[in-house]
């Protein structure tokens, strides 16, 4: 999506380590403007499927989820993370390895809010190697829920957690692929 | 506000020691479609004032936040929440008593993010002893930026957070306020 690929390039910031800083209009900040436009661009890749939920994981999926979410006029779930591997209760629960963070975490979705009568969209705003993702489907699966397809914002195409997953025949839409980063460098995929 | 006070009546559960649960409609699930109409009561309240940013804290305060910023069409910044007390870089932090948790954590903004020519309105889900408030409010003193008022969906007037921070100047705008709970009996402070 040019207009997504062109605030990356103004307004990210490549630091050491290939790391994207888009802290200030994705994360941290978030610029609504753009963000309802990112979510309409989302909700027409999807408008023709049945979606009944949004999911996504604290904290910084959020945001974008509910933009998402009130297009389709549905619910909006957000994974808990924990820390502690003693979850309890009447929950389904995953755990995540968090690249960002170097620490594995479980993720909780409380049984109520999430059914097989479902169909869910995952949301989140990176995808890197897919390792959210994977426990939200994960969760989906605990649920007997359907999964609709994976949604993020930017996806981080060299570390092939997407890609993966399309390869095992989830439906995956990014609105910025980046194949390349190299320095101040930024290659995009170009679109379908 | 009567179709939240009607909603709370309906699905919010009341748990021992007192405790609320509106899990299935505004934190972990989110009813976008009720969200907006607060959203949009809440921006009805501060639509008079200079609004540049919308500031909340991490997880369950962000949907809400996106929501009325969205409506003001200005940015949304979140505090992100450490348990570390080692918090560096350019940031302004400050240190919030958990209620719910029972635990000390700092809450962070980037220096970036939140400056001296800010009009802030500080946004969280509920307000109970004030603390997320009071730690969102010295972030802005300390960024020199004004502060326009608080916005929270559920007060929980009978634990006086809100009211004392009245009583220091600070406006405070709850869509709900809950005077009394007792078991199932829920009382709402009549709106003016």
């Known amino acids: 999506m ?3 690929e062109d605030r990356i ?3 990210g910031k490549v630091l050491e380590g290939n790391i994207l800083r888009v802290d200030s209009f994705v994360n941290h900040m978030m610029d609504t403007v753009l963000m309802d436009e990112l979510a309409k ?6 408008k023709d499927c049945k979606v009944t939920k949004v999911l996504t994981v604290e904290a910084s999926g959020i945001g974008f989820a509910y933009a998402v979410a009130r297009l389709f006029a549905c619910p909006m779930v957000f994974a808990k993370k924990s820390r ?5 209760g009447d929950v389904y629960t995953s755990p995540v390895d968090s690249f960002t963070h170097g620490k594995t975490y479980n993720i909780i979705v ?4 999430i059914t097989k009568d479902d169909s ?14 994977k426990g939200l489907i994960s969760i989906l699966e605990q649920a007997g829920a359907s999964l609709v397809g994976a949604g993020t914002i930017i996806e981080k195409g060299y570390q092939k957690g997407g890609d ?5 025949g989830v439906r995956v839409e990014s609105l910025a692929i980046i194949d390349e980063m190299d320095g101040k460098n930024i290659k995009f995929r170009p679109e379908n």
Request: no cysteine; proline share 0%; aromatic share 10%.
């Open 2 to 4: 040019k207009l997504l």
């Open 9 to 11: 390039l103004k307004d």
């Open 41 to 46: 661009e989302m909700y027409n890749r999807y």
């Open 84 to 88: 502690s591997s003693n979850v309890q």
């Open 164 to 168: 993966g997953l399309r390869e095992k």
């Open 110 to 113: 409380s049984k109520d809010y």
């Open 120 to 133: 869910v969209l995952v949301i989140d705003d990176f995808l890197a190697l897919g390792n959210a993702l």
